[in-house]
């Protein structure tokens, strides 16, 4: 999944020098996250660890530009000078790739009560990374914007007309639109998928759709569409969407008060963490999507977020599994907590110290389900981008724009 700025630096790797009892050797890291400041002290911990078990060894991170970072990683795999150990988004990313990966079942077995996330970094039955992360898309809201239109702010709405009702008044009140939306880069559609979706597609077809049984014609598909271009054509997002980046300018909007709610992520970017250092935490809020459709159950759409894989052509993969158990020990994930606001894949981490947004989306998590667009292949997920932004221009229509993706996820 889409989740973070673009980091300085990229380069190419060789495989690992190892030696015989694979307790030495050069193990060459690839991600987007090691250049990050607060992955500082994540990554140490996980150095740390790896150290303490493998004394001999080496490890080198590269950290690569994001929004780049899939086309290096499939040139230099294909060129035979990718990683050793890679950094992956949960979903599409990942499983077009597998079968470039290792499995690491047999190698993660003692993780997997620990950790939570697996099944978006599972393709066939076989696991290919250990979740770092947990992600998802609850709903923000300011609730300062709230107490200024005379709303309640600790109930925010639970069905569709309420929403609307409760965004006009807060626009008469204060000018601030309801949604602050960023499409530049496509990725506005998955938010608003995921984030909203189970709001409107039934119980039975939200479980059909994770399961790979998507109709895409149906009215309720249609209709969450149909609902991404009626918000943007009634003027309840900010405007010029299309040419607005969600990293950072749309956040930047509703963190300055120009929008009361957005569709954002909750771990380690664009989330509660980084919200608190414009809004008081106080009123930071968190809602699941109203209901749109009758009968539809609201929920919380989470998945494993960000996940270390082995490549397969490694020279020592029980070495590059074991950095990738470093990279999701208790240690090293309760730093990225700390420091960067991520909601970690270790169910063991104590986070009551992170206020009531985060007390609420970990709350959520326990009816939460896996988020739509995480369930597409990357293909998919990429035309959904280009035909949400005609969507939005108006370019094309709702029902041209589901049969191309019901094209495109029948051939994957």
């Known amino acids: 999944m889409v989740a973070t700025l673009a980091l300085a630096g990229c380069g190419s790797a060789a495989g690992p020098k190892s030696s015989d009892n694979g307790s030495g050797g050069t193990l060459v890291v690839w991600d987007w996250k090691s250049g990050d400041k607060t992955a500082a002290s994540y990554i140490e911990k996980a150095k740390a660890d790896f150290a303490a078990k493998h004394p001999g060894a080496t490890v080198e991170f590269v950290a690569q530009p994001f929004d780049q970072y899939y086309t290096l990683l499939g040139a230099a795999i294909q060129a035979g000078q990718g990683p ?4 992956f988004n ?17 190698y993660l077995a003692g993780d997997r009560e620990r950790l939570a996330g697996w099944d978006a970094f599972v393709k066939d039955g076989k696991v290919y990374a250990a979740p770092v992360t947990l992600q998802g ?3 923000y809201y300011n609730k300062s914007l709230y107490e200024k239109a005379g709303l309640d702010p600790d109930k925010p ?10 965004c006009a008044a807060i626009t008469r009140a204060t000018g601030a639109k309801c949604f602050a939306q960023g499409n530049k880069e496509g990725i506005g559609i998955q938010f608003f998928m995921s ?3 189970s709001g409107v597609l039934t119980p039975q077809e939200y479980t059909d759709w994770i399961a790979g049984k998507r109709d895409w014609r149906s009215p309720n598909v249609k209709r969450l569409f149909a609902l991404w271009k009626q918000v943007n054509d009634d003027g309840l997002n900010t405007a010029g969407a299309n040419s607005t980046a969600m990293f950072n300018d749309a956040f930047a909007l509703f963190e300055s008060g120009k929008a009361a709610h957005i569709i954002g992520l909750m771990s380690d970017v664009g989330h509660w963490k980084d919200f608190g250092e414009f809004i008081p935490p106080d009123k930071v809020g968190v809602m699941t999507a109203p209901v749109v459709t009758a009968g539809a159950v609201s929920s919380l759409a989470y998945d494993g977020g960000i996940g270390y894989a082995v490549a397969r052509s490694t020279g020592d993969p029980k070495l590059a599994a074991d950095l990738v158990r470093s990279l999701t020990s208790t ?19 104590d986070v009551s110290k992170g206020g009531p947004a985060v007390a609420t989306i970990v709350a959520d998590l326990r009816a939460g389900k896996p988020a739509l667009h995480v369930a597409l292949s990357s293909k998919t997920v990429d ?18 724009a589901v049969d191309q993706l019901a094209a495109s996820d029948t051939t994957g």
């Open 90 to 106: 949960g979903g599409g990313q990942i499983r077009d790739r597998s079968a470039s990966l290792l499995p690491l079942d047999d």
């Open 195 to 197: 984030g909203l979706g």
């Open 157 to 166: 709405a639970t069905t569709w007309s309420e929403f609307v009702s409760n």
């Open 84 to 87: 050793d150990v890679m950094l």
């Open 137 to 139: 898309h609850p709903i």
């Open 331 to 349: 240690d090293a994930l309760t730093a990225f907590h700390t420091d960067a606001g991520a909601i970690a894949s270790d169910v063991t981490i």
């Open 383 to 400: 035309l959904m981008g280009r035909l949400s932004q005609q969507l939005l221009s108006g370019s094309t229509t709702v029902d041209k």
